[in-house]
């Protein structure tokens, strides 16, 4: 308190899961922000975020509560990667067989190299030959005590890496991943990346309790993983990508930004327009399945992706339709402007719509 006293810190994070309820009580002079992925616990702060990944239908906001993976802070190569893969888009898009390249990702602490070589035990079976397994250990030191242990036993269609300033650029370029849970799994998704995850502490699995689509993520117990039996594993790793939105339209990667929009609130809000484009695929179809929309709407059905890509591409081609997104200085989009023309009546007709996350802040 003396510390922030002296340089005059107004604001402060809490990121911790030794965090005690009454801490943020003490702080009640501060303006709080408290990230948790405990559905149990409620530290009563001024933004209370909890990242875990649930479906939408788990994602209730309450007054200053806020759910689910689009607050997950991921790095912003992510963002661009996954910019560039939508924009990129094809209903068609499959992985090749040939290519198929497995991240192999566990996390870097003490215990992870036993880890790793009971999962390079299993994957050292010829039955996997046909996939390249990529290792990442996280640091040289550990790569080392690996390759020590494994000496003449490593095989020719496996890399080993230590230290990596950027995990995403291996993970972009895989086609499935084996993993710790945590914030790896909004990464993965993020990237539209079919993958197991394995448990490997009691908050992970709190972080991913109500998630229950196994076809994006199959999530498994580490001691359950270790015995799997591996003909099921390897067609679990030969899945086809097949259509990869519904996984990418878990975690859009504008988490950090929205917590700084959440934060902030109008503070220092910039608003600007820019034209909306085929990346932004996604982002209207979150905006028209909302829960809220689909109640308000003549249709309370959900759209399918396959009807909203057609309308979407549609729209966009006609030129005299006019698609805005609505975004702030840290380029987040916040809603959307559209201006249907109709030639039956010579008019436009104007639709405005704002992120479930930001209305009643009067920006529409």
Not at 240 to 256: I, V, W
Request: charged residues 25%.
């Amino acid at each position: 308190k003396v510390i922030l006293k002296k340089q005059k810190i107004s604001q402060i994070v809490f990121d911790t899961y030794q965090l005690k309820k009454e801490i943020v009580s003490e702080f009640k002079n501060y303006y709080t922000i408290c990230f948790n992925d405990f559905f149990n616990k409620n530290f009563n702060a001024d933004i209370n975020i909890n990242p875990s990944l649930v479906s939408e239908k788990y994602q209730k906001f309450k007054k200053n509560f806020y759910v689910g993976s689009q607050f997950s802070c991921i790095d912003d190569d992510y963002l661009k990667y996954r910019t560039f893969i939508l924009n990129k888009f094809d209903k068609k898009y499959k992985t090749k067989k040939k290519d198929k390249k497995v991240l192999i990702y566990i996390g870097t602490f003490s215990s992870s190299t036993n880890i790793y070589l009971k999962i390079f035990t299993i994957l050292s079976d010829n039955k996997f030959n046909k996939f390249q397994f990529i290792f990442v250990l996280g640091s040289n030191k550990l790569k080392n005590n690996f390759l020590q242990k494994i000496k003449s036993k490593k095989k020719t269609n496996m890399k080993f890496y230590g230290y990596v300033k950027k995990l995403s650029k291996i993970l972009r370029n895989c086609n499935f991943a084996i993993t710790g849970s945590g914030l790896i799994n909004h990464e993965k998704l993020s990237l539209g990346i079919p993958s197991i995850s394995i448990i490997l502490a009691a908050n992970q699995m709190h972080s991913v309790k109500f998630f229950k689509e196994k076809n994006f993520i199959r999530i498994f117990e580490l001691k359950k993983f270790l015995k799997i039996n591996k003909t099921k594993l390897f067609k679990i790793i030969d899945q086809q990508k097949g259509y990869f939105y519904q996984r990418m339209e878990l975690s859009d990667a504008l988490g950090s930004r929205r917590v700084y929009r959440l934060i902030n609130n109008k503070k220092d809000l910039n608003l600007t327009f820019r034209k909306a484009n085929l990346g932004d695929i996604l982002l209207y179809y979150k905006w028209a399945n909302n829960h809220l929309v689909r109640k308000n709407s003549l249709t309370k059905k959900n759209i399918s992706f396959e009807t909203h890509q057609k309308w979407f591409k549609k729209k966009l081609s006609q030129k005299m339709n006019l698609l805005f997104v609505c975004v702030d200085e840290n380029n987040l989009p916040l809603g959307q402007i559209r201006y249907d023309y109709s030639r039956t009546d010579n008019r436009y007709h104007i639709d405005i719509s704002v992120d479930e996350v930001f209305r009643f802040q009067g920006l529409g």
